[in-house]
């Protein structure tokens, strides 16, 4: 059957790839004769994804500092800031997650390769667990405070016993351009995280969201959650310790099993 009519496509997805081929297939398909206007507009920056190394270190830093410290809820209420609260983060976190090669960045290839995105993934080892730090390790009162929530979201849980595993992947930041979000690359680094994680021998994946964005980013990759904390229930010295959390009420704990 023959198709008279205009089409008009307009992508802009990281499967637009697919989408401008299967749009093609069905023009030929169809037979739209060609004195009949076929316009496609392609619009999508072409992402791609690599694992996190240290030459990325500089540029994570400054789109952390330029588009996750003044959103995120708990980073805002104290005010965290690219100085010694963040530093220790890196060297905490960040660098030693090197080695471990399932954290990722997103790049834009049509930008000059600039870095737009990033999932900071770790390994927990059931027979290497490291020692909870300390106030006194920390030594940083911004820092220490996030820290201090973020572990009593778990409320006790224990993913190796729970889930009977020995490893386990755990998410700890993630971070979108704010011009490139609502594209899916922050579900896409995450489940790319996942699968590099299950190549390593995790068996399980938990992580804590803070904020709205990174909750839906859970509920696309099905964890469940296992417990909520909302931000203005939480206290010490009998006050609201984030008040800076905007539309973002609460944080959750999830896990789910690979």
């Known amino acids: ?23 093609l297939v069905i023009l030929f398909i169809y037979n739209i004769p060609r004195y009949r206007l076929v316009f496609v507009y392609f619009c999508t920056k ?13 540029e994570v830093m400054k789109l952390i500092d330029n588009h996750y410290l003044d959103e995120e809820p708990l980073a805002k209420s104290v005010g965290l800031t690219v ?16 080695d471990e090669r399932i ?17 900071v993934t770790t390994i927990m080892d059931r ?24 572990t009593s979201c778990w409320n006790g849980f224990d993913a ?28 896409e680094l995450s489940e790319k995280s996942i699968q ?8 399980a994946v938990i992580g804590e969201a803070t904020g709205l964005k990174s909750q839906a980013v859970f509920k696309k990759l099905q ?17 609201v310790v984030f008040h800076e959390h905007g539309l973002h009420p609460s944080c959750i704990a999830a896990a789910k099993v690979l």
């Open 160 to 187: 190796f016993q729970q889930f009977d595993v020995d490893m386990i992947a755990s998410f700890k930041v993630l971070c979108v351009s704010t011009d490139y979000r609502g594209r899916g690359i922050a579900t």
């Open 223 to 239: 964890l469940e959650t296992i417990n909520e904390i909302f931000y203005e229930d939480y206290r010490k010295n009998g006050r």
């Open 83 to 98: 100085g010694p609260g963040m530093n220790l983060f890196t060297e905490m976190v960040i660098r030693p997650s090197l």
């Open 127 to 150: 027979d290497k667990q490291e020692k909870t730090p300390t106030e006194e390790d920390v030594n940083d009162d911004k820092a220490w405070t996030m820290i201090e929530f973020v």
């Open 103 to 119: 954290s990722l960045v997103a790049i834009d290839s049509e930008n000059d390769n600039k870095l737009i995105g990033v999932r």
């Open 196 to 203: 590099l994680a299950i190549e390593c021998g995790c068996r």
């Open 46 to 58: 072409m992402i791609f994804y690599e694992i996190l190394e240290e030459r990325h270190l500089p």
């Open 1 to 23: 059957r023959r198709v008279h009519g205009v089409l008009i496509l307009f992508i802009d997805y990281p499967s637009s790839r697919f989408l401008l081929f299967s749009s």
